[in-house]
Every structure is written in structure tokens, then in C-alpha cells.
């Protein structure tokens, strides 16, 4: 089970930090990922690391956000820093095990608004 948290209401450029805590542990995970979903779109990649701390980025955030991870607390982290009205959408946590078990967080609404 798959619990995120940190989302919210900010205004552009502020910052956020959403995490997500997996109750089976990340040790074994062989991606961890965040995906967004704005209304009237699909859900769409915005990061992901691997077991060997390999960390790919959807172009519109490279740069601003930044995925990271604390196996002792199970947790994979997306800090995002000068936020963009575009980037209003609710983000959900994504891990995939290497039998290809996977498990999708419940989301968490991120809304930046002037």
C-alpha cells in the first residue's frame, strides 16, 4: 500500500514536497516513480529512480524537481521547487517490484494558483 501527502495550495515559484510511504518497504522496488494526472488529460511520467539510483525527468520539470528516497523510512520523496500553474494536477506515487508486482498510490491534489 502505497500513502502520499504533502500536497496543497501555493502560489507560483513557491515550493513543495510530496512524499510517499510504501507499507511493504522500497528496498526491493525496482522503480519508484511519480506521475501526475491535470483534469481533462492522462496521466502523464514526471519522474522515477531506480534500484540504482537512476533518475529520469519529463522534460517540463528537469531542473525544478527532484525525486529522492529514504529506504530506512520507505519513503520516495518529489521535491518541487518553482512551480508553474501548469503544474497543478494530482500526483500519485507509482513503485514496480521485479517480478512486475506494481502498486499505485490513492493521489495527492497539488494546485498552484496566483
Known amino acids: 500500500q502505497l500513502v502520499e501527502s504533502g500536497g496543497g495550495l501555493v502560489q507560483p515559484g513557491e515550493s513543495l514536497t510530496l512524499s510517499c510511504v510504501a507499507s511493504g518497504g522500497i528496498f526491493r522496488a525496482a522503480v519508484m516513480a511519480w506521475y501526475r494526472q491535470a483534469p481533462g488529460k492522462d496521466r502523464e511520467f514526471v519522474a522515477s529512480?531506480?534500484?540504482?539510483?537512476?533518475?529520469r525527468y519529463s522534460e517540463s520539470v528537469e531542473g525544478r524537481f527532484t525525486i529522492s528516497k529514504d529506504t530506512a523510512k520507505s519513503t520516495v520523496y518529489l521535491w518541487m521547487n518553482n512551480l508553474k500553474l501548469e503544474d497543478t494536477a494530482v500526483y500519485y506515487c507509482?513503485?514496480?517490484?521485479?517480478?512486475?508486482?506494481?502498486?499505485w498510490g490513492q493521489g495527492t491534489q497539488v494546485t498552484v494558483s496566483s
Open positions: 507509482y513503485l514496480r517490484f521485479p517480478d512486475a508486482t506494481k502498486f
Open positions: 529512480m531506480d534500484n540504482g539510483a537512476r533518475k
